[in-house]
């Protein structure tokens, strides 16, 4: 019995041995690594919808606090989220079907009509109640109850606000929205050329303030439409008032009643702005002839008179009002004319006296009590950038290149310039630190004034000489020779 005993436990004590020197897989319950790495039973971290769903997931199963709440668990509405809900608009294609239409991949998703952008833009529904309550000028009653007040004297029974309201209804085309204001201003300016005719300036005043503020509305559209009712009203009037103040005295025009009677009713310089506003409307356009298109601008020029361009040049003339023709003449600059084209006159010709006129004001010394420094030199400034317009095509700058002065006045000035730079005060060009020093920003603008009169002389001589059409023509040491003080000047 002991032998059997101690061989059993022998036998068990071997058994042992040998399954302690075998290497086998720890158990469950033993953890030796933290990360999920694919033993041990424990699951790789996925991100499948199906993550911390299970029962079985491991020891890093996601806790579902932190996983994004189905949506009957949200805690938040609808409404209070940063993304709204995507629309299918499943009832429109359903719709679609219905009626037989089947979307193509050409076609673009819920196409909708789009407004055509050439369209003619549509008049103000409000113009009538605009234009009834429109007052000219400030503290002064509605323009249609100013002109109840006035009739002419060939119809003293009729009242102008009278004869403008018997037009209204016949004017405006349900087709053509911008008629209704081209109708408008056609009839005030028939009044207004009834009242230079009659010389009955008192209405005047207001008859101009109703087509500006008719002409703001639409610009574009109305201003080229309304030239030819424009210019043979707007030309009278400015031509007689500056014809009185280019043939007066300076101190006779306060005693003329004439020049009075003219000044007070007639705004020149608003009149000459309408002209230009007009005149830029019309660059753009063309329009159809026989022999094809030509630029609407063409058609201004040709109503505008070469005396009225004239005598719009001539001293004693406002400062503004230089500056305004000078400006418009600008716009005349065609590959064929330059100034007023008229049939009496060759394009050459007039454009020789235009030039003459418009160069003058480079070296004019005025005397007028009207014309400051400062308006000096911007009529200087206006007048070269009107001579830079002309040199845009060959012809304007043939013209420039041959004529007899024009080279010599652009190097008085341009030297008349340079010595004005050079005598002002250099200590007062330095920054003040106060910023109420009027003598610090008149010095300051006359020197820009000055350096930008510099750079436009510069610049035009630049052009003619280097130019391969005016180079063997402009000759500017032969045109200096012959002008008096010209070869003085450089």
Known sequence: ?????????????????????????????????????????????????????????????????????????????????PVMALDTHTEEALAAMDQGHAATPTDPPMAQPKQDQNQIPQAPFEFLQLILDHAAFHDEPPTFDV?????????????????????????????Q????????????????????????????????????????????DIAPLILPALLPCAQPSVFNLAELRHKLPEEQLAKSDEYLALAQNIDSTKILTLLYITALSSLTLEMPEASGFQP?????????????VAVLLTPRQLPQDVILILDLLATSSLPDSIGPITPEREPPFVAT????????????????????????????????????????????????????????????????????LYDQDMSSTLVSLDNDDDDLVE?????????????????????????????????ISQKLSTSHGGASAI
């Open 177 to 220: 929205p911008m008629q209704l204001l081209v109708d408008f201003v056609q009839t005030i300016t028939g009044l207004w050329r009834a009242c230079v005719e009659d010389s009955f300036w008192e209405p005047i005043k207001y008859l101009v303030a109703l087509v500006e503020f008719t002409l703001q509305l639409h610009t574009i």
């Open 1 to 81: 019995m002991r032998e059997a005993n101690s061989r059993a436990k022998q036998k068990d004590v071997a058994s042992r041995g040998k399954q302690a020197g075998v290497a086998t897989t720890p158990k469950k319950a033993v953890k030796t690594w933290g990360l999920a790495d694919g033993f041990e039973d424990v699951e790789m971290v996925s991100p499948s919808k199906s993550q911390g769903r299970g029962r079985h997931t491991g020891s890093i199963a996601i806790d579902l606090g932190e996983r994004t709440p189905t949506k009957a668990k949200r805690k938040r509405p609808m409404v209070d989220s």
């Open 443 to 475: 010095v300051s603008t006359s020197s820009t004034q000055l350096t930008r009169i510099i750079s436009q002389c510069v610049m035009l001589l630049h052009t003619l000489v280097t130019d391969q059409n005016t180079a063997n023509v402009v000759n």
């Open 353 to 420: 006296f235009v030039m003459e006129r418009v160069s003058i004001k480079l070296v004019e010394s005025t005397r007028s009590i009207n014309i400051s420094p400062e308006d000096k030199r911007k009529i200087r400034i206006a007048a070269l950038r009107t001579l830079i317009a002309f040199a845009r095509y060959p012809f304007g700058a043939m013209q420039l290149a041959s004529h007899d002065n024009v080279i010599p006045r652009i190097v008085a000035c341009l030297s008349g310039a340079i010595d004005d």
């Open 147 to 175: 002109l109840s007040r006035y009739t002419f004297p060939t119809d003293p029974s009729t009242t102008l606000a009278t004869l403008i309201f018997r037009k209204l209804p016949t004017m405006g085309n349900r087709h």
């Open 296 to 308: 609407k601008i063409v058609d201004f020029w040709q109503h505008l008179n070469l005396d009225t």
